[in-house]
């Protein structure tokens, strides 16, 4: 069965506090690994596509990686306007999505 | 250009009765898909239409249904609402499938449906 898994749940930083959220999965027939964000009474906004392991992508002070079994979505000195819950979703051989509980981050000013 | 536009934003119905959400996607979107989202079962796909045809469906009972119009807007049916279905329903559109796995869906922001 197809399984997204995100940890942590809640994570809480410090502004300029450096830390890192994980995305692994188990998923036959994996398309894509993306990430989105989602802030409170809004729909998820996307963020970034990872295809194949090994590979990087950066936006601002967000930078996401991918391996054969995870994906790390690294932020580097958070601001309070990175507070949101971030999804990690894999896309399935016939292009659905499959969806993490998602990581609520809150970074205090 | 305008985004994805769901419409109602707000809806309370009473268990038992039926109702209808609108989704109107980005202009030359083709392809549109449907999600729950509760707090405790996260984000689940309800079912997908590219070019009037419902090409996926997840594991919802059959009292979820949907349709896509010659324009591409879409529309969902929940027939017999039951406490459970009370979410955030949320449409996302791209302009084709296969896109969507290059550039990734677009998020309307949802209906919020309280079944009481």
């Known amino acids: 069965e197809d399984q997204v898994t995100q940890s942590p749940e809640a994570l809480r930083l410090q502004e300029g506090e450096s830390s890192s959220l994980n995305c692994s999965y188990t998923v036959s027939g994996l398309r894509g690994l993306f990430w989105y964000r989602q802030d409170p009474g809004k729909g998820p906004e996307f963020l970034f596509t990872l295809y194949s392991a090994g590979e990087e992508k950066e936006k601002e002070r967000l930078k996401a990686t991918l391996t054969k079994k995870e994906s790390f979505l690294h932020i580097t000195a958070p601001k309070p306007e990175d507070s949101a819950t971030y999804l990690c979703?894999?896309?399935?051989?016939?292009?659905?999505?499959?969806f993490g509980a998602g990581t609520t981050v809150t970074v205090r000013a | 250009k305008a985004g994805v536009t769901q419409t109602p934003r707000y809806l309370i119905k009473t268990r038992g009765q039926q109702v209808t959400l609108s989704c109107s996607p980005i202009s030359g979107h083709r392809s549109v898909s449907w999600y729950q989202q509760t707090p405790g079962q996260g984000l689940q796909f309800l079912f997908e239409?590219?070019?009037?045809?419902?090409?996926n469906k997840g594991n919802f009972p059959g009292r979820f249904s949907g349709r896509q119009f010659s324009n591409s807007r879409s529309e969902m049916n929940v027939s017999t609402l039951e406490l459970g279905d009370s979410a955030l329903y949320l449409c996302?559109?791209?302009?084709?499938?296969?896109?969507?796995?290059?550039?990734?869906?677009?998020f309307g922001s949802g209906t919020r449906l309280t079944v009481v």
């Open positions: 979703a894999a896309s399935l051989n016939d292009y659905k999505l499959s």
């Open positions: 239409y590219f070019s009037e045809t419902q090409r």
């Open positions: 996302a559109s791209s302009l084709t499938p296969s896109q969507a796995s290059l550039y990734g869906y677009t």
